[in-house]
């Protein structure tokens, strides 16, 4: 089976910096697209950043300027840098993976933007 497992989150000031990783396991395939989705409380969960096997990118208006998706293919591991983070920025962050039609969903990492 599938699991995808997030970690980095925490409490950090405005105008700090925050790495995200989500490790995938269960699988011998490379995934199609991984994506980093957040959901603020009482909020729609929304698409932060997506990555494709070739290395595309997309980003949400949002954050662009501020936050950079990657992924290790080898690792089967994408990660989140998100830097001069703003107390917008607070939610939860889930990691989302793609493999043709199949798709797989971390468990989620708070990350709080506070002073």
């Known amino acids: 089976q599938v699991q995808l497992v997030e970690s980095g989150g925490g409490l950090v000031q405005p105008g700090g910096s925050l790495r995200l990783s989500c490790a995938v396991s269960?699988?011998?395939?490379?995934?199609?697209?991984m994506r980093w989705y957040r959901q603020a409380p009482g909020k729609q969960r929304e698409l932060v950043a997506s990555i494709t096997s070739d290395g595309s990118t997309h980003y949400a208006d949002p954050v662009k300027g501020r936050f950079t998706i990657s992924r290790d293919n080898v690792k089967d591991t994408v990660f989140l840098q998100m830097n001069s983070l703003k107390v917008e920025d607070t939610a939860v962050y889930y990691c989302?993976?793609?493999?043709?039609?199949?798709?797989?969903w971390g468990q989620g990492t708070q990350v709080t933007v506070s002073s």
């Open positions: 989302n993976a793609w493999l043709a039609s199949l798709s797989w």
């Open positions: 269960g699988t011998i395939f490379s995934m199609n697209e």
